[in-house]
């Protein structure tokens, strides 16, 4: 059982390039998550899922996108990265009803 | 690891010694409270939880104390261990987002140094 996994750790894009962040977790959970953490900041939701072909706007939305094609599976994606979107990137996942959210690596980004 | 939080509050506590970090939430309307550990180039992970209709719960080593007339929280580590250094951050669920996907508000954290 590995929990919620991140691919990748680190990546290192120059402005305007796009990428894709993935996220998985097995254990089945309906919501997933995706988060930036800016230092001297809380986390801040970027987008979020409450199940499979279904994403939802969080506090920060502007500049990615999602997708949530399979349960386990919740994708980040940057169409035309920004200085701005430098940050550490965390998944986090929760079964329906429950409150405490389970969190995976982190993902570190530097846009230059 | 990553850079959690450059301007963090800390709070430095000698090993063996009681930790009690502090947290004011903002939403008077919030009905349930969160305490993560996040050390250095890892996620959150989750310590401890406590619902507005308590004031106090234990676990292992640590309590969490709810007080809802001042809107604060704090989190009470017995015998500080070298492990216990992190940035510890509470969150909180407003009820106004009950049924919509059991978000989160997160605090911004303060940085736990034990000291031999």
């Known amino acids: 059982n590995a929990g919620v996994t991140q691919t990748p750790k680190f990546r290192v894009l120059k402005t305007g390039q796009s990428m894709t962040l993935l996220c998985a977790q097995d254990?089945?959970?309906?919501?997933m998550y995706w988060y930036r953490q800016d230092p001297g900041m809380g986390l801040r939701l970027i987008h979020y899922s409450v199940g499979e072909g279904t994403t939802a706007k969080g506090e920060v939305p502007d500049g990615y996108n999602v997708s949530r094609l399979k349960k386990q599976n919740f994708l980040l994606g940057l169409e035309s990265a920004a200085p701005s979107q430098t940050s550490v990137y965390f998944c986090a996942s929760t079964t329906s009803g429950a409150y405490e959210q389970y969190f995976g690596p982190g993902t570190r980004l530097t846009v230059t | 690891g990553e850079s959690v939080g450059l301007h963090l509050p800390t709070l430095s506590v000698q090993e063996g010694d009681n930790s009690i970090i502090n947290c004011a939430y903002s939403n008077s309307a919030s009905d349930y409270f969160i305490w993560y550990k996040q050390e250095s180039g890892k996620g959150p992970q989750f310590i401890i939880d406590i619902r507005s209709n308590m004031d106090k719960r234990q676990g292992q080593r640590v309590t969490v104390l709810l007080n809802k007339t001042v809107k604060h929280l704090s989190l009470q580590i017995a015998a500080t261990q070298p492990g216990d250094s992190a940035v510890y951050f509470c969150?909180?669920?407003?009820?106004?987002?009950?049924?919509?996907?059991?978000?989160?508000?997160f605090g911004t954290g303060t940085r736990l140094q034990v000291t031999l």
């Open positions: 254990m089945n959970h309906e919501y």
């Open positions: 969150a909180e669920r407003p009820t106004s987002w009950a049924g919509t996907a059991s978000k989160l508000t």
